[in-house]
T-cell receptor, first 115, second 112 residues
Framework: DTEVTQTPKHLVMGMTNKKSLKCEQH?????MYWYKQKAKKPPELMFV???????INESVPSRFSPECPNSSLLNLHLHALQPEDSALYLC??????????????FGPGTRLTVL | SQQGEEDPQALSIQEGENATMNCSYK?????LQWYRQNSGRGLVHLIL?????REKHSGRLRVTLDTSKKSSSLLITASRAADTASYFC????????????FGTGTRLLVSP
């Protein structure tokens, strides 16, 4: 299985809602990532988990809360978002972080709209 | 910002023609990767070239790397309509070993 899955595909939420994005991989990868991508822009790194521990937080606002329950799962909890948080949220995984093993496998993304 | 720059921003060609995209980056790297993204979907890894390599091929793809100029190019030969996508270079900076920093991207349109 060489696939990264993400659910849901689309999410519409109000600014007072709490929702979660989910990501799963079964490739035995030990690094997992969350990216945010606005239209016609490159992906921007948000968080990196390495061996289930948060290793990079790119100064992301606290209304985004990542969680890595186990080596296959990655969640992104959303609370009190703003309309400018509307974007495509991409999950990725890699065999390890850094060096030549850092080819990343991406999920299809969750298209988030904040009203 | 570490972000790389790509040019052109957009490229429109006919099927069968070759497409060349260029990437410039700012820091010393371990490797450089190219990804493709179809509209509104996830990225697909195309090819990785290490900092001690100068050229690499994969099918219709040819990537070059010039570390002295901090630049790379991606050549797609005999393009097809299915190659229509955005293409991003991404660098694995030696100082931020866990991070990939993506370039600004080139939007390629291949017309039948």
């Amino acid at each position: 299985d060489t696939e990264v899955t993400q659910t849901p595909k689309h999410l519409v939420m109000g600014m007072t809602n709490k929702k979660s994005l989910k990501c799963e991989q079964h490739m035995g990868h030990r690094a997992m990532y969350w990216y945010k991508q606005k239209a016609k822009k490159p992906p921007e790194l948000m968080f990196v988990y390495s061996y289930e521990k948060l290793s990079i937080n790119e100064s992301v606002p606290s209304r985004f809360s990542p969680e890595c329950p186990n080596s296959s799962l990655l969640n992104l909890h959303l609370h009190a978002l703003q309309p400018e948080d509307s974007a495509l949220y991409l999950c990725a995984s890699s065999q390890k972080s850094g060096g030549a093993g850092n080819e990343q496998f991406f999920g299809p993304g969750t298209r988030l709209t904040v009203l | 910002s570490q972000q790389g720059e790509e040019d052109p921003q957009a490229l429109s060609i006919q099927e069968g023609e070759n497409a060349t995209m260029n990437c410039s980056y700012k820091t010393s790297i371990n490797n450089l990767q190219w990804y493709r993204q179809n509209s509104g979907r996830g990225l697909v890894h195309l090819i990785l070239i290490r900092s001690n390599e100068r050229e690499k091929h994969s099918g219709r793809l040819r990537v070059t790397l010039d570390t002295s100029k901090k630049s790379s190019s991606l050549l797609i030969t005999a393009s097809r309509a299915a190659d229509t996508a955005s293409y991003f270079c991404a660098t694995d900076a030696r100082t931020g070993f866990q991070k990939l920093v993506f370039g600004t991207g080139t939007r390629l349109l291949v017309s039948p």
